[in-house]
């Protein structure tokens, strides 16, 4: 094993993560190199290729803020982009910037061991190659190590069985054909619709129904776009210091019960018609008080009795078991109304439980159900699950599957204990899934580029987040989580959908501002909570 390192710095994933990471490393004249296992750049919008796939916060939003002439020349066509579009743009990011030169495609990473003699990540891949760096970022995703729960009789299904985080790329054409559809999170109301206007039958498989918001997506209106072109500094600036979610939303100053009940209809009414995640912020208070949240949930509630016109079938898709947007709120076209169609039906699995998978189809509370194709829309072992497929080891042969056994712990979301040198790029600890994500990847992306060059111009090798900084942090997370409702639905922020995963809040709940008050005032007292030394043999070298 040689000492010398291939790289500065590796990074796994290309999604915008891996981009933007990319692009700063090099700026800094590190030599970097990101690997992906997908055929394309692009992370969670490669594969999640589903029909209705489409991000839920609106594209003027959802792009990059660092490059103002990419984001003054780049057109978005829609309120929320669709997948292709976002895929497209991932895509010319990595032309305009020219980074594919520096991109290994098709090539997993299966391990990543910290040798500490060496002071080097050895990382390796599905090839059996070894790749060296001294620093390692993992931008891995939150959304990208999809489940697939152990149906029984699964295997002996003779139709197509698809997920839609990992959806074929040559397309999949369901006319003519009767299709099942298991799940109804955001993924399962956004291809539900779209399945059932194709396929001969739809029979939709609910656990747990969800609330959803329209989207009311529309071509994109020209002065809305141009009332962004000119202003994107400072709307971006806004995002920064005066939101919870680094998104510019329609902010309320009230809490929801200090109106009279007049005004509090007419206000989720105008949301509604509005349309987006918008309505989760009608009222200040929605996430943090039980009774300000029922009213909200009260309203969604009807307007599902308002779509569907069977009411023994509107109150099996009303959610009643979590408070409303304790789980992510879905944002959907026509979900609901869907369920009026002659082709589709509900079967609700509480009632009627899957037993087995049969050649022919599935059978549930003692019906068979005759299936040509099976999408399973049952989301992912999310945040900590890329990172724990890999074989991660770091100092004195500590495995990450070990230290995150009884739930991920992480310093900021950007550094675990035990790990030196490698970043968790929107880690858990970090507001990361509960912000917008581009945004979450920007502020991680510059908050490392900024430390390895502070590490550089101040001769230090190695970066380490200490085990106490670390413990302050996770109980912090956990402090502010529990002050407000997210620990009531047994969600995946909280590991909840995965058999045996440890139950533990993740994403940082206490808003964008405060985090990276926080990330930058440690950085301005030289790292404090972070171990940084300095080997003989090896420095940052900043060009
Ligand atoms: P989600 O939100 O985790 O939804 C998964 C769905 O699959 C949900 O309705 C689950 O029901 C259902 N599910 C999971 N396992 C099973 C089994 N074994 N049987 C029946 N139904 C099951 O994933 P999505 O992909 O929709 O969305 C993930 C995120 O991507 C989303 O929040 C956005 O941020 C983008 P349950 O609720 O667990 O009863």
């Not at 497209?88 to 030169?101: G, I, P, S, T």
Request: hydrophobic share 40%; aromatic share 10%; net charge negative.
């Amino acid at each position: 094993m040689t000492s010398e390192p291939g790289f500065d710095l590796l990074i796994v994933g290309a999604g915008f993560g891996g981009l933007y990471m990319l692009h700063r490393a090099r700026r800094l004249g590190l030599r970097a190199l990101v690997i992906d296992k997908a055929g394309d750049v692009g992370g969670v919008w490669y594969y999640n290729r589903y029909p209705g796939a489409r991000c839920d916060v609106e594209s003027m939003q959802y792009s990059y803020s660092f490059d103002e002439a990419l984001q003054q020349d780049w057109k978005w066509s829609e309120r929320f982009a669709a997948q292709p579009e976002i895929l497209a743009y991932a895509r010319h990011v990595a032309e305009r910037f020219d980074l594919r030169r520096d991109i290994r495609l098709n090539t997993a990473v299966v391990a990543a061991a910290y040798d500490e003699d060496a002071g080097l990540w050895r990382v390796r891949t599905g090839q059996d190659e070894t790749l060296s760096a001294h620093f390692c970022v993992m931008a891995t995703g939150c959304l990208s190590a999809t489940r697939r729960p152990e149906f029984t009789g699964l295997e002996t299904f003779r139709g197509r069985t698809l997920h839609t985080g990992d959806w074929p790329h040559e397309g999949v054409d369901f006319s003519g054909q009767r299709v099942g559809v298991i799940g109804t999170g955001s993924s399962g109301i956004q291809a539900i619709p779209m399945i059932a206007g194709q396929a001969a039958h739809l029979t939709v498989f609910q656990r747990t129904p969800n609330f959803s918001v329209p989207a009311r997506n529309a071509p994109m209106d020209e002065d809305y776009e141009r009332s962004w072109k000119d202003r994107y500094a400072e709307l971006r600036e806004r995002a920064r210091i005066d939101t919870t979610s680094g998104t510019v939303y329609d902010k309320s100053t009230h809490k929801a019960l200090e109106v009279d009940a007049e005004e509090r209809q007419r206000e989720y009414e105008r949301r509604w018609r509005k349309g987006g995640v918008n309505f989760m912020h009608s009222f200040t208070d929605l996430m943090v008080d039980e009774q300000a949240n029922r009213t909200a949930a009260e309203f969604v509630r009807t307007q599902i009795r308002l779509a569907v016109s069977d009411p023994v079938l509107a109150e099996r898709l009303t959610p009643r078991d979590h408070p409303i947007g304790t789980k992510r709120i879905c944002v959907d076209t026509d979900y609901h109304a869907t369920f009026n169609r002659s082709n589709v039906r509900l079967v609700d699995l509480r009632e009627s439980p899957i037993e087995t998978f049969t050649p022919e189809g599935l059978r549930a509370g003692g019906q068979h159900h005759e299936l040509d194709a099976v999408v399973l829309a049952t989301g992912y072992d999310a945040m900590t699950g890329a990172l724990l497929r890999m074989d991660i080891t770091g100092r004195a042969g500590l495995k990450l599957s070990e230290a995150w056994r009884d739930g991920p712990r992480s310093y900021l979301g950007l550094m675990v204990a035990g790990f030196p040198n490698l970043f968790t790029l929107t880690g858990p600890g970090s507001p990361s899934v509960l912000s917008n994500m581009i945004f979450a990847i920007e502020q991680h992306v510059d908050w490392i580029a900024d430390c390895l060059a502070w590490m550089g111009t101040h001769g230090r090798s190695t970066i380490e987040a200490e085990p106490e900084a670390q413990e302050e942090w996770v109980a912090h997370v956990n402090e502010i989580a529990e002050q407000t409702l997210f620990p009531r639905a047994a969600s995946w922020y909280l590991g909840a959908n995965v058999p045996g995963k440890a139950r533990v809040f993740m994403p940082y709940a206490g808003g964008v501002v405060p985090y990276r008050r926080k990330c930058e005032a440690v950085a301005a007292a030289g790292y404090e909570g972070f171990r940084l030394s300095t080997a003989q043999h090896r420095k940052v070298e900043i060009a």
